[in-house]
C-alpha cells in the first residue's frame, strides 16, 4: 500500500485547532485582542481549506444524481441536523436558569435566525455542514451541464465567475436563505482543489517545490503590503477583496504543495486531530456552551478570564479526543456511512 501522506491531515489539524481557539477566546472575550487579530490575519484561509481538500481528494462528482446527492446528504446533512439539534438541545436547557437570574436570555433568539443562516442556537459551526453538502450539490450539477459545446470549457467560464458571485451577494448583503451565499466561493476552492492534484501528478518533485515555495513567499509579502481577509462563514470580504481572494488562492496552492512534496512527517498530536476532524468539528462547541452556560447560571462569568480559557481549551480538546472512538462508531453522528461500492463519493475521513 501507497504510504499515507500526512500533509492534509496536519493542515486540517491546524484548522480545527484555530477554529476551537477562536471560539473558546471569543467566549472569554479576547477575539478583538491585538495579537488575536494578527493570528486571524494571517490564518483567514483555513475554512476554504476544507473544500479545496475536499476537491483535492474527491475524483468523482458526477455519476448518478440521486445516489450522489444520498451519500452526501447521509455524510454530511444527517450530522448537521443530529448535532445541531444536540446543541440547541444543551442552550434550551439553560434558558429557563438564565431567565430566573437575568430576566431575559442571554443570547437575542430572533425568528429570522432560522431563515437567514444555516447555524443552530447551540452549534453554530455546523453552517459549514450546509454549506458544505450545498457545494457538493452545485459542483456535481455543473458537471452536467450537457448544453454547451465545448463542455469543459462553459463549465471552467461558470467556475471562474463563482467568486464574483459570491462577492456581488456580499454587496447586496448576503441575500440567498441558510447562509448559501458563500457556496459559490466553496465550489471555486473545490475545483482549485481538483486542478491542482492534477497539475501535481503532471509535474515533478522538484517544479511543484519551487513554485509552491515562490507562492508561500509571495503570500508572506502580499498579506503585508496588500492585504485582505474572506471569512467563508458569513461571505464576508475585509480590506481589499481582490487580495482576500488571490492571497487565499496562492497560499492554498503553494502551501499545500510544499509540504506534499517535502514529504511532510507525522505530528501525533497535530494529525490525530486531523484525521478525526469530523468529531472535533461537531463537537466542540455544545462542550464550549455547556461550560459557558453552567458557569454562567451559577454567577461566574468567563468573560475576561484567562484562566478559564486554559481550563477550556483542555477540557475540550480532552473530552473530544474521548469521545473520537465513541462518535465514529455511529454514522449518523460521524457521516461515516459505508458505500456499496466503496470510494466512489467518498473523501478522505470522510468530509473534513
Given at each position: ?10 493542515l486540517c489539524g ?125 459542483v456535481h450539477f ?148 455547556f461550560y459557558r ?60
Amino acid at each position: 500500500m501507497k504510504e499515507r501522506n500526512h500533509t492534509f491531515d496536519f493542515l486540517c489539524g491546524i484548522c480545527i485547532i484555530r477554529m476551537i481557539c477562536l471560539h473558546t477566546i471569543t467566549f472569554c472575550g479576547h477575539k478583538d485582542d491585538e495579537w488575536w487579530l494578527e493570528v486571524m490575519g494571517w490564518s483567514f484561509f483555513f475554512m476554504c481549506f476544507f473544500f479545496f481538500k475536499a476537491g483535492y481528494f474527491n475524483k468523482t462528482v458526477s455519476g448518478d444524481t440521486k445516489a450522489y446527492i444520498t451519500d452526501k446528504t447521509k455524510r454530511l446533512l444527517i450530522p448537521y441536523v443530529v448535532w445541531g439539534t444536540i446543541g440547541f438541545i444543551i442552550y434550551a436547557i439553560y434558558i429557563p436558569f438564565e431567565i430566573d437570574r437575568y430576566h431575559h436570555p442571554i443570547e437575542p433568539m430572533e425568528w429570522s435566525h432560522l431563515w437567514k443562516t444555516s447555524s443552530f442556537w447551540g452549534n453554530e459551526p455546523v453552517w459549514f455542514l450546509f454549506s458544505f453538502w450545498a457545494a457538493y450539490v452545485l459542483v456535481h450539477f455543473i458537471k452536467k451541464i450537457h448544453i454547451v459545446k465545448p463542455i469543459s470549457v462553459f463549465q471552467t467560464v461558470i467556475i471562474l465567475l463563482c467568486p464574483l458571485l459570491s462577492y456581488w451577494l456580499w454587496t447586496q448583503e448576503n441575500p440567498l436563505p441558510m447562509s448559501l451565499s458563500n457556496v459559490p466561493m466553496g465550489v471555486f476552492f473545490f475545483n482549485m482543489g481538483r486542478t491542482w492534484r492534477w497539475l501535481i501528478d503532471k509535474m515533478g518533485r522538484r517544479t511543484t517545490l519551487s513554485i509552491s515555495g515562490i507562492l508561500i513567499v509571495a503570500f508572506i509579502v502580499l498579506n503585508i503590503l496588500w492585504h485582505g481577509e474572506y471569512v467563508m462563514s458569513t461571505n464576508l470580504f475585509r480590506g481589499n477583496p481582490w487580495a482576500a481572494f488571490f492571497n487565499t488562492m496562492i497560499i492554498l496552492i503553494g502551501l499545500s504543495g510544499f509540504l506534499i512534496k517535502l514529504p511532510l512527517p507525522r505530528v501525533p498530536v497535530v494529525n490525530y486531530i486531523g484525521q478525526h476532524s469530523m468529531v472535533y468539528f461537531v463537537a466542540h462547541y455544545p462542550i464550549l456552551q455547556f461550560y459557558r452556560f453552567t458557569h454562567i447560571v451559577f454567577g461566574h462569568s468567563i468573560y475576561g478570564h484567562w484562566d478559564d480559557f486554559i481550563v477550556l481549551l483542555v477540557f475540550v480538546f480532552a473530552l473530544c479526543t474521548w469521545l473520537v472512538p465513541y462518535v465514529e462508531q455511529m454514522p449518523w453522528l460521524s457521516g461515516r456511512w459505508s458505500s456499496p461500492r466503496a470510494g466512489r463519493f467518498s473523501t478522505l475521513n470522510p468530509q473534513l
